[in-house]
């Protein structure tokens, strides 16, 4: 079975994309079970390394951001901060609203946002939709007042290590999980390339190669990454060694972690 730790299909309509949670138009959502087998993956490797803090989790194409919220419902003990950052502005104000569904005002906001549609429109999609904010704000009163769980939200090209660098500082990351670019619904944005005489003479690199190149700026030495992509993507790079590879339908996962000198 290729999940090892979320092995039991759960109830996840409370974080269904679109209900609570806000979608992005022609994004289809990263799916709940697999975005928590990842992150368990993950802790089970830095467990195996001596590693029990909660994380600094990072997505350098987070998107709507909408898997990093149903991670932190699903396991908020177990995070330190969530970082994330996007190329598309448009992308980053639907995370930043996602987002903000991780505070107590954020999420009555959103009630109240849902009653007035309600309101206005008397559908039952929208009753349903408050039905299932009351319950999240139900199940997670104490972290909403007692372990309130910070995220930073910042707008960054995923293959500059200079912005990375300058946004993060160095060895800030302790877990990336992201579901990267594959052409179906998502495609690759990129800046300007490094422009170097090396880089001009050189057939140029990958996309996920250059994001893995970026990334090991703000990585501290015993990080783990963790990309999802089609199998068209190599995951490699020189500077990491794998950890684990695993598939579940179309998508390839890969776990990766810094080399050591």
Not at 19 to 41: D, K, M, N, W
Not at 85 to 108: F, H, M
Request: hydrophobic fraction near 40%; charged fraction near 20%; charge should be positive.
């Amino acid at each position: 079975m290729p999940y090892q730790f979320a092995t039991e299909r759960q109830d996840y309509s409370d974080l269904s994309s679109g209900r609570v949670l806000y979608s992005l138009p022609g994004h289809p959502a990263f799916p709940i079970r697999l975005t928590s087998e990842i992150f368990q993956r993950c802790l089970a490797a830095r467990r195996a390394r001596g590693l029990k803090a909660p994380p600094v989790i990072y997505d350098p194409c987070c998107g709507s951001a909408y898997h990093l919220v149903t991670l932190a419902y699903l396991h908020w003990d177990a995070i330190g901060r969530i970082i994330a950052s996007d190329i598309d502005p448009e992308a980053l104000c639907v995370a930043q609203r996602n987002l903000g569904l991780l505070t107590l005002a954020g999420l009555d906001q959103r009630i109240q946002e849902l009653a007035e549609m309600q309101a206005a429109y008397g559908k039952a999609s929208h009753t349903a939709a408050i039905d299932s904010a009351r319950r999240l704000k139900k199940l997670h009163a104490f972290q909403f007042t007692e372990h309130a769980l910070d995220y930073r939200l910042f707008l960054a090209d995923a293959t500059c290590s200079a912005t990375l660098l300058a946004e993060l500082g160095d060895a800030a990351v302790d877990v990336v999980i992201s579901d990267v670019p594959y052409g179906r619904h998502s495609t690759w944005q990129l800046g300007d390339p490094p422009t170097s005489p090396e880089a001009s003479s050189a057939p140029p690199r990958p996309p996920l190669w250059r994001m893995l190149d970026a990334l090991q700026t703000v990585l501290r030495p015993t990080a783990i990454v963790a990309i999802a992509s089609d199998k068209g993507q190599r995951v490699a790079h020189p500077g990491y060694q794998r950890v684990a590879r695993f598939q579940i339908g179309k998508r390839q996962v890969v776990l990766i972690e810094p080399r050591t000198p």
